[in-house]
């Protein structure tokens, strides 16, 4: 999980670093990271997938 955290995946909308994905504020700047560039967000965005996913294969499975 550690490595993930590490993992820079999104630019400053104000100053252009590099900022990772568990952080609020931008290291440089300290601008206020836009909610959508947040760990929370993305989990609620890839849970449907996920769901439909695991629904997938167990349909097949049944098959």
């Known amino acids: 999980?550690?490595?993930l955290i590490q993992l820079r995946m999104f630019r400053c909308h104000e100053c252009g670093h590099k900022m990772r994905l568990s952080g609020e504020?931008?290291?440089r700047c300290h601008a206020i990271?836009?909610?959508y560039q947040g760990v929370i967000y993305r989990l609620v965005l890839?849970?449907?997938v996920i769901l439909v996913g695991v629904i997938g294969i167990l349909v097949?499975?049944?098959v």
């Open 60 to 62: 097949l499975s049944l």
């Open 33 to 35: 990271k836009p909610r």
């Open 25 to 27: 504020a931008c290291g």
């Open 46 to 48: 890839l849970t449907p």
């Open 1 to 3: 999980m550690s490595s």
